[in-house]
């Protein structure tokens, strides 16, 4: 039976459904909505909910619930998300199973708080600093919300890695008919230690280069630090050790790729130009698609799902077939320069830019389209 779900609520109900039972957060607009349906309904599945003193605590408690055996999530917007950097980083590097949700608004600073944007994806990639891999997910709908939610705690448990959830203020508070008995429920499973706590070395990889994770509590004793480590979590400047280290976080995101990066299509087997775009921009851009199509122009949209790893391999093969690539988005050119550097010449790639506080229209990637086409005459 469908339900009239909002955004922001679909994710919480992914969350709770796909076992998170641990919840910290500070209230910011326009993810507020998280925070507050978490505190009434966690204690309800046996969870607990806690009101943090800011993000950087936020994130703290939820590094500490994971490591005690609970998948766990935090809530937030762009000032919040800059706050969270360091304990994201620290996450990466100790190897943490974590969630984090980032409805995006305009920014810089505290910006616009009310209103939406999609500043903050080259952030959710680079925000942090150092080498470190990091899983980002972006939906575009209500639905979505809730399966790639869902997904998010799988991977982030399953990789022992940050795994945020990007999607801006539209589709936060949108409110879509959905029926959650048709969507996907990803299961979050993370693997524990089978040898005996004596013989445990907390970062000693599996055959695919994930160490199994035990919980605090269970009588294995480790150290978990932000710095360089061995398998056995002691810090270490030793170069061969620090190179094995930063080679395998990635590479351990990499093996699992074909589970991870993910992206939708529309007319991509017969286009000339392609739009690529996420988030509410990509509702817009399916708009101008579908109208374009109607009328006989060979338009298609590229629409990631996965923003982090992008899908460059499959929007390389895109690029091979058509001659101009139209990447729209809500800022000033983030995602546009990381199509530029997949596409490496293979199609002209324009850029279709709002940041201004309001959504992208059907009209302005139509105008962006024709403009493309024009200046190629």
Request: aromatic share 6%; with cysteine.
């Amino acid at each position: 039976m469908s339900e009239l779900l909002q955004g922001n609520r679909a994710c919480v109900q992914a969350a709770i459904a796909s076992g998170c039972r641990f919840f910290a957060g500070y209230p910011i607009t326009p993810s507020s909505e998280i925070a507050e349906s978490m505190a009434r309904l966690l204690p309800e599945v046996g969870g607990v909910f806690m009101q943090m003193e800011d993000e950087m605590a936020s994130l703290g408690a939820v590094l500490g619930a994971s490591l005690a055996g609970s998948p766990a999530m935090t809530a937030t917007s762009g000032p919040g998300f800059s706050l969270m950097q360091e304990h994201i980083g620290y996450a990466a590097l100790a190897e943490i199973p974590c969630v984090v949700i980032d409805v995006m608004r305009g920014g810089p600073s505290t910006g616009l708080p009310t209103r939406p944007s999609q500043g903050d994806v080259m952030q959710a990639r680079w925000g942090t600093h150092g080498d470190h891999p990091v899983v980002a997910l972006v939906p575009a709908s209500v639905p979505e919300i809730y399966e790639l939610t869902s997904l998010a705690f799988a991977l982030s448990e399953r990789l022992r890695v940050p795994a945020l959830v990007l999607y801006d203020e539209v589709v936060g508070h949108l409110r879509e008919p959905v029926d959650l008995g048709t969507l996907r429920l990803s299961r979050a499973e993370r693997r524990r230690p089978t040898v005996e706590p004596s013989a445990y070395r907390p970062y000693a990889p599996d055959a695919d280069l994930v160490p199994p994770l035990a919980d605090f509590g269970t009588g294995y004793r480790f150290h978990v630090t932000g710095l360089t480590h061995d398998e056995a979590g002691r810090p270490t400047e030793d170069p061969a050790v620090v190179g094995a280290l930063h080679r395998r976080l990635q590479e351990k995101v990499a093996r699992a790729r074909d589970d991870v990066v993910s992206f939708a299509g529309i007319g991509l087997e017969d286009a000339e130009v392609v739009v690529v775009a996420y988030g509410i921009a990509a509702r817009a851009a399916e708009r101008a698609v579908t109208d374009a199509r109607a009328r006989g122009e060979r338009l298609g949209l590229f629409r990631p799902r996965t923003l982090w790893p992008f899908p460059d391999v499959e929007l390389r093969a895109v690029a091979e077939r058509v001659h101009t690539i139209v990447v729209a988005e809500m800022n000033l050119g983030q995602v546009v320069l990381e199509v530029e550097r997949i596409v490496a010449g293979r199609a002209r790639v324009e850029a279709c830019l709002r940041a201004d506080g309001t959504a992208l229209t059907p009209d302005d990637v139509a105008h962006a389209v024709a403009s493309a086409a024009g200046a190629l005459a």
